[in-house]
């Protein structure tokens, strides 16, 4: 069902309807959830129960509610005449009546009034019951008056309530009642809606549309009731949505305060930096090139005595042996910052496999006879895990 404007962002997009009926000398609820869909109205839950003072803990309590009250404890009166001061109609229908003791309200056709009162203890208890259970009542409507809400959407020229049948031909009685309980779906302008809810819903569409032809105090006390939800409605939103923007600000100055907090330590550090000693510098250079001279006279030594040393061994190796590592004059100790290099000096070390202990025994022995070998150490000789035969020596060189 379109709608030709709905724009309340206090009254959000979701709404309940509850009509209050009597039938067979029993007081029922008639509960209708509608919500907004792209400017369109659809019906979302309904239910119809007895009513036991409570509402069932299903349906939303923080939605706007519209209260539409049509049991026994509500008269209605239909008149001829349809004079614009609502004290003539009062006085006609009921004469000598207290009106600061009622509400009423009332609906003007062409020829005929449907003045429909109930007295404001009975009403004000029945708001009072649904304000102790958390629920914002947002309009209000007596007996049938809301159906004319749906004058303009529906091709129909009559339609059944809970417990009624209202006709807009004013040639015969505008409500009937009845002690059966109908069924009948009706179409309002695309939208489906059982008789059991055509008041309820008749009473929410008046909330949207924010206007109605009827008159009467209770037309007044509704418009109150509207009121003080929105403001209600205004504090609850406004607080979270500045709750909101006050955590967003914080946040944003959280980050902002972290960036430039890291900024300042970068500059920070990069002063320190800036300001290092100059004679650390030069101190750390002048290790650096301690140690590369060292380097490069362990590497001159190396490539000068190991090579005659290397092809004097390989000469002799047999091809039973296969060499996995040669090393010479290996680290003391791993290589660490502030310490000196240490290795050991005339010592060559020979790891590899062999599949000819006779070979290996014969290899070693021409390796002990050379002239640059002081001495030879076989320091490990045994199977791995792939059954080969694997040795070490250590070579003291003269």
């Known amino acids: ?123 004000d208890e029945l708001l009072f019951n649904y304000h102790k259970q958390g629920i914002g009542i947002a309009g209000i409507s007596l007996g049938a008056c809301s159906i004319v809400e749906l004058m ?28 059966i309980d109908l069924e009948s779906t009706y179409d309002i302008n695309g939208l489906l809606v059982q008789n059991c809810h055509i008041l309820a819903f008749a009473g929410i569409l008046r909330l949207l549309l924010n206007r109605t032809e009827n008159t009467g105090n209770l037309i007044a006390h509704s418009n109150y009731l509207l009121g003080s939800y929105k403001q209600q409605s205004f ?26 907090f890291k900024l300042a330590e970068e500059s920070s550090e990069s002063l320190l930096l800036s300001k290092s000693s100059v004679e650390d510098v030069i101190k750390t ?18 490539a000068s005595q190991s090579s005659l040393v290397i092809n004097e061994i390989t000469k002799s190796i047999p091809q039973s042996i296969l060499l996995t590592e040669l090393v010479y004059h290996p680290l003391e100790k791993k290589i660490k910052i502030e310490e000196p290099i240490l290795t050991q000096e005339k010592t060559v070390i020979i790891s590899g496999t062999t599949i000819d202990n ?3 025994t014969r290899w070693v022995k021409t390796i002990d006879l050379l ?28």
């Open 1 to 123: 069902m379109k709608l030709p404007y709905l724009n309340d962002i206090l009254l959000g997009k979701r709404y309940i309807g509850i009509e209050h009926f009597s039938l067979n000398n029993k007081e029922m609820i008639s509960v209708l959830l509608i919500e907004k869909e792209k400017a369109a109205l659809v019906i979302s839950k309904k239910d119809k129960v007895s009513y036991c003072e409570t509402l069932p803990d299903k349906w939303d309590k923080t939605l706007p509610f519209v209260l539409i009250i049509n049991t026994n404890q509500v008269i209605q009166k239909e008149l001829l005449g349809i004079e614009s001061q609502d004290e003539k109609l009062l006085q006609k229908g009921f004469p000598n009546t207290n009106w600061d003791e009622f509400y009423f309200e009332i609906w003007r056709l062409k020829t005929k009034s449907i003045v429909v009162i109930s007295r404001k203890i009975y009403v």
């Open 152 to 179: 303009n959407y529906s091709e129909r020229n009559e339609l059944l309530t809970n417990h009624q049948t209202i006709s807009w031909s004013e040639e015969t009685s505008i409500i009937t009642s009845s002690i």
């Open 235 to 260: 504090f609850s939103k406004g607080l979270k949505i500045m709750l909101g923007i006050l955590v967003t600000i914080l946040l944003i100055n959280f980050f902002v305060f972290t960036h430039y």
């Open 285 to 302: 250079k002048e290790n650096i090139q301690v140690k590369e001279q060292k380097i490069k006279n362990v590497m001159a030594i190396t």
């Open 358 to 360: 006779t070979a290996f």
């Open 371 to 398: 002239k640059e070998v002081n001495l030879v150490v076989i320091t490990h000789f045994g199977k791995n895990e792939q059954n080969e035969t694997e040795f070490s020596i250590k070579l003291k060189l003269k």
